[in-house]
């Protein structure tokens, strides 16, 4: 008889045990994923302010803005700088306040208000005070002190999905995995994995609705050049068994400071 009780008890400690496992399992799981999707939300709305930094005002800074992707110009690492000693047209070489994040090779935009060009940097000298860069070509207009020299690249994100629920073909050239975001810095590394979720969403009308743009007066646009903010949605869902999963959802909106409309 005691063997039979202490047998019963033993069993329901096991019982016990086992099921708070699961739940602990369970709940460290969608912690995780709630991480990632509040990193993910971080980083993309993060980069999403700087579209058109260091690029110039009235251009197209968003240069594609699809349901599962959006291209835009922008400086994230802060490399643009300003002249300190006014530039003549036909120069070649910039006084600049702080050349350490431009190197040879890199494409610059001058910038002054509306008159803006394009150049390509020959040299960066940041070992003197004021730092200097030449350009492989003269320029074309004036600058006066305090222009911006920018140095922006082309960003990209892109993600799709895996079983396709919103009916969207996966983005050209977006990375090997679904249910992935990925960021293209611009910087010849490619595409890389931002964070892993299940369901990324931006412009959240529905389960299925992916990005979605507004213009200056708050209507949705598709065109590039006429958007103003920008809805995010990112959805997370872990692959539970035996149980219904719950998703977790994020939103934000986002108004890029620095497109110039």
Sequence with gaps: MATAISSIVLLALYLMYDVNQVTFLKGEQQADLQQNARIAMDRIVRDLRLVGYGFPTGASAITAATPTSITFWADLNNASTIVVVDVAGGSTTLSVQNATGIQAGNTVYLISGTVSEQRAVAAVNSG????TITLTAVTTNAYPRGSQVGRPRLVRYCWYDNPDLDGVAPPAGCGPDANTIYKD???G???QPVANIRNFQVGAASFLTQMQYFDTNNFATAVPANIQRISIRITTQDAQTGSKAQPFILRA?????NLGL
């Design 128 to 131: 003197v005070n004021p730092n």
């Design 253 to 257: 909106e986002v108004r890029p400071r």
């Design 185 to 187: 810095e611009g910087d």
């Design 189 to 191: 590394g490619g595409p």
